[in-house]
């Protein structure tokens, strides 16, 4: 069974930084790509980031870009967002998922999420 | 990079059918094959019905089909059930290594 289980989120002040984590299970996680996508309480989904399997190819939304950095440790199957110079529009529930490819698969697992609160 | 354009709402009667517009430009939906749709139910994750424009995963019924022209994808939910309730997003790669979702539309089975 695919297990994406994130952890790392809280409550956090703005201009604080946090790190979120992501353990896989049950494929191969070193072959899939992997995203975050969040969503904030009462929008719809936003995409953050994405990682190729390789890591050498990662892309950002422009709304995280320069303050939010993806990686990925194939051995130990997990997937990392590091969330610099938070914001209070960054709070939302974070989710990991995997695609077989970076650009082009659809997001096919989901994990169930990790609520990031940016707020003084 | 802007969210791609859905309605907020669609509704249709049990067994009508429903198209779902997702507009963006020819950066993501109009220059790239690689539009999908997802069904999320509440409490549940998105669930992926369409992927590369007309594809269905296995498992998904074939009341749900996909299409494109220009820079507007859709999505058409033929044969509504009571059991499609629930909000679709739209996906679009959008180059440089990035996705970009649409707004989300609330399907409403009346």
């Known amino acids: 069974e695919v297990q994406l289980v994130e952890s790392g989120g809280g409550l956090v002040q703005p201009g604080r930084s946090l790190r979120l984590s992501c353990a896989a299970s049950g494929f191969s996680f070193e072959d899939y790509a992997m995203h975050w996508v969040r969503r904030a309480p009462g929008n719809g989904l936003e995409w953050v980031s994405g990682i190729s399997w390789n890591s050498n190819n990662i892309g950002y939304a422009d709304s995280v870009k320069g303050r939010f950095t993806t990686s990925r440790d194939n051995a130990e199957r997990s997937l990392f967002l590091q969330m610099n110079s938070l914001r209070p529009e960054d709070t939302a529930f974070y989710y990991c998922?995997?695609?077989?490819?970076?650009?082009?698969?659809?997001?096919?697992?989901w994990g169930q999420g990790t609520l990031v609160t940016v707020s003084s | 990079q802007s969210a791609l354009t859905q309605p907020p709402s669609a509704s249709g009667s049990p067994g009508q059918s429903v198209t779902i517009s997702c507009t963006g430009t020819?950066?993501?939906?109009?220059?790239?094959?690689?539009v999908s749709w997802y069904q999320q139910h509440p409490g549940k994750a998105p669930k992926v019905i369409i992927y590369?424009?007309?594809k269905r995963p296995s498992g998904v019924p074939d009341r749900f089909s996909g299409s494109k022209s220009g820079n507007t994808a859709s999505l058409t939910v033929s044969g509504l059930q009571a059991e499609d309730e629930g909000d679709y997003y739209c996906s679009s790669y959008a180059g440089d290594n990035r996705r970009v979702f649409g707004g989300g539309t609330k399907l409403t089975v009346v």
């Open positions: 998922i995997a695609s077989r490819w970076l650009q082009s698969s659809p997001l096919a697992y």
């Open positions: 590369e424009v007309t």
């Open positions: 020819s950066s993501d939906v109009g220059g790239y094959y690689y």
